[in-house]
Structure formats: C-alpha cells, structure tokens
C-alpha cells in the first residue's frame, strides 16, 4: 500500500476527547520506550511525525493521525514504565483501557514487544486481556536490528511456545525495525487488507 499523506489530527487524554470514530483504526500499544511513535514513523516515512525519545515515557497522550485521508493510525503512551505514580498509572490504565475496549471504528491493535526480551508478564497480562474481550490484535516484534536473525527467531519461538500454552491460536506477528525500515511492507499491507 501507498502511503501519499498522513497528518497529526490530535492528542487526547481520554476516549471522549478522540477524534470522531468514523474511520477504520489501528493503534499502537505496548512498553514504554519499545519503539511504537519510531515504528509509527517508519510506516508512513516521515521521521518527525510521532515524537520519539531514547527516554521512556515520551508519548502521555492518545495521539490520532489520518493517513490517506481515510483511516487512523493511533500512537498510545506505554506502559510498564517506573518513574510514573502508581495512582497516575493506574489512572492511565483505566483510560487506555476505556479506548481500547470502546473505541468502536478500532479495527486492530498492534502489541509491540521488544524482539530482545523473552515473555514478559505485563506484555503477557496486555496481549491475554485483548484475547479475553475479543479485541482483534496483531504482534510487532521491534528493534529487530539489534540482534541476530538466528536470535530472532529463537525469541519468536519462545513468544509462539508461550502464546500457545494460553491460546489456541496464534495472533498475526511481523518482526520489524524502524531503524533499518525492516517489515514495513508487511504490516502495510496486513493493513490494506483489513481496510478491504
Ligand atoms: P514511549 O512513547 O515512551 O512509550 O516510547 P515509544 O514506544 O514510543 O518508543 P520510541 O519510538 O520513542 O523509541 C524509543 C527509543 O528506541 C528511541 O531512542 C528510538 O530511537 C529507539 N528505537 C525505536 N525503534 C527502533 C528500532 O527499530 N531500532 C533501533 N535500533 N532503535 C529503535
Ligand atoms: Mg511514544
């Protein structure tokens, strides 16, 4: 698929401040720092449009972009990440998961998980809760640069073997690197053919 714009629309702190939900959705979620405003970024090759940092905590907000003038792309703040209260995260919780079980022109959410880390338990808990409400999900592994492809692919394994062990059957998952534009055909098109 051909991206020809994509543009900042808005940055909301709650579902009822979104946008008007009457385009196709796909959002961004995962730790912070594991790379979702870069990826977000690659997609749409404009590197300043999401605003990334090498300190985690960077995105606070629900953030819209409209993307050829017709669908969403959605970069959501992280989680797992320490240095905020633990009355702001669960603050966040609530609202993130108020977007995510509400939001109703949502058409997938994309998990994003470092491709250097094995299983981690809140990655787990977010990828297990959307199976539980039935939220169609898809899993990015990220920073693919960083390692080996024989390391990839234990790691994936490990996901795959994991997954299973709660799941029948596995969501789609794409590797990708924002730094070395790596997947983004991929989920461009797995994209293209849930906007069809
Ligand atoms: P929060 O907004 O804090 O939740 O973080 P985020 O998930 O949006 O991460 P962000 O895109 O800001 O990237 C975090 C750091 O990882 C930055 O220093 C990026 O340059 C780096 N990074 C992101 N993607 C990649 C990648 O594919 N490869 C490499 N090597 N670095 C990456
Ligand atoms: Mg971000």
Request: glycine share 6%; proline share 5%.
């Amino acid at each position: 698929m051909q991206i020809k714009s994509a543009t900042f629309v808005a940055s909301s702190d709650k579902l009822s401040q979104c946008p008007p939900g009457n385009k196709p959705e796909f959002a961004f979620i995962g730790r912070s720092n594991v790379g979702k405003s870069s990826l977000i970024n690659m997609l749409v090759s404009q590197k300043g449009l999401a605003k990334t940092s090498s300190t985690p905590g960077k995105t606070q907000l629900i953030n819209h972009f409209i993307i050829n003038e017709w669908w969403f792309l959605v970069d959501l703040p992280g989680y797992g990440f320490a240095k905020v209260s633990r009355t702001e995260r669960e603050k966040w919780k609530k609202r993130l998961d108020d977007y995510l079980l509400n939001r109703e022109n949502l058409y997938c959410v994309f998990v994003l998980v470092d491709c250097r880390v094995e299983p981690q338990s809140n990655d787990l808990e977010m990828i297990n809760w959307l199976g539980e409400h039935q939220i169609a999900m898809s899993i990015l592994f990220t920073k693919s640069d960083k390692i080996k492809p024989r390391e990839l692919d234990s790691i994936v394994e490990k996901w795959k073997e994991t997954l299973l062990t709660s799941w029948d059957e596995l969501p789609p998952i794409f590797t990708t690197s924002a730094e070395k534009i790596g997947g983004r055909e991929e989920v461009l098109d797995f994209i293209e053919k849930y906007l069809k």
